[in-house]
């Protein structure tokens, strides 16, 4: 199995990159029986970048923070902001 280099795969430009060669994330089917580090590994292998990829006519890149605040305590005082 060829290595993963997530490094290099997070600094991808959407300004930059040939749409064409992302794949759709709606095209990617993952077995659920297998075990987590093996769904892992086939999501990235059919996903090619799991930074940066379409889901139809849109690109998607993401990219996380380097904070120890939960996903949870962002989406609460999102939330809590709003009222």
Not at 37 to 55: A, D, T
Not at 56 to 68: H, M, R, Y
């Amino acid at each position: 199995m060829e290595e993963f280099n997530l490094e290099q795969m997070k600094q991808v430009d959407i300004r930059t990159i040939d749409r064409e060669e992302l794949v759709d994330i709606r095209d990617v089917k993952i077995d659920e029986t297998l075990p987590q580090e093996q769904r892992f590994v086939e999501f990235v292998r059919q996903i090619k970048n799991p930074y940066c990829y379409k889901c139809g006519k849109a690109v998607v890149k993401i990219s996380f923070s380097d904070t120890e605040i939960t996903l949870e305590e962002r989406l609460e005082h999102y939330l809590k902001s709003l009222l």
